[in-house]
């Protein structure tokens, strides 16, 4: 690491100015195409999209970015963010993904921070309030301490601590975010996007083609949004208002669950993923890292229900029952190389899950006839059920059957 950071690429802006034309070409600091996509396609969320609009209330910022090592290689991006009302000012950090650079770049910064307040441009800014007898100055504001790392690159839970502890020693309160902040924001901007259709049915952007930016991303969105896909959907949307409330709260529901269990298995410290055409009977999947954080090819695979009518109450023993719709799902469970958890949320929010590949197996026996019911005995999904099944799987106690290849 550089003793003496190159500072470079450095601009100030004021978020109080008038915001300018979308950009042809926008600037790695530009934050226009960050904020269409967390308004309007939330999945498509970066971590660099939040490093710049996680602050956007702040009235000033000034971005620029330092060598963070002799070579030039690794470029560390800079955030001062000046509150003028309190006379404070605090800084914010992105790396990007450096891999086993990225532990020693978040050190470094412990000791290389003040560098970059002291020399990194920033506008000189005086504001005087009406009724005030004098003004107030960017000059006056004290650095609050308090620093924000985004980074690319997954950190253990022991390097965290770490890197927190050294920052501590040298008075500074430090939060790093990383793909779990990243999960949770997706999920958080998903739901607030659902509840905006709720009221208006037919997106905003869909409504207006010229909302959306020239050069925003066009890569296909992983929510099904029927009014964006066909074109003919808002003219039944109109004219069926009650029904397309309906689907809309169905929708709200699984986008719910699918943001639960995301940010559920990115803090726990492993990786999920959804999966775009998800009816022959998986939804998602979970793919569990070693403890050196890297990830394992190891996963489970998961099958999500949202609402009160997939499980009913046995009368005879009061065993709670899932009602197997389409038997293709029973046969393509079975054939699966990794467990299969059937995932379902209720209304009031409670999300369990229980594996049932080698379930049917069982229960199958040598009959021929497939099986059409579930005896369900879901566990609570939460952190803990996670890495729990992580043990399983990785063969931490007495293995897991993996099934064949």
Known sequence: ???????????????????????????????????????????????HDLFLTDFKSVPQHAYGAVFADDTRTISVQYGIHVDLALRSKFLTFYIDRQDQHTAGTCTWLAEQYQFILDNAPQLLVEQKQPGDSGTTSTKESVFSNRIYIYHETYLPAETTVNVTKIHSQRGISVILRSTDYLSHKKMEAEVIRLSAEAVSPMPAYHQDKGAIPANAPVSTPTTFNPSADNPEVPQRVGGLPEQSTIEIDTESKERVLVGEVISTVALAGHISREFNVSDQGIDMEIEFKSDAGEATGQKLYLQLKSGDSYLRQRQRDDAEVFTIRDERHVRYWMAQKFPVMLVIRTSEGEVRWMEVRDWLKRASGKSEKPVKQIIFEGERFDVMSVRRWREKVLGRHGGFDAGED
Do not use: C
């Open 1 to 47: 690491m550089s003793d003496a950071p190159d500072i470079h690429g450095a601009r100030t802006q004021m978020a109080q100015s008038a915001s300018p034309p979308f950009p042809t070409t926008p600037s790695v600091f530009d934050a226009s195409v960050a904020e269409w996509r967390l308004k309007n396609r939330p999945y498509d969320l970066q971590l």
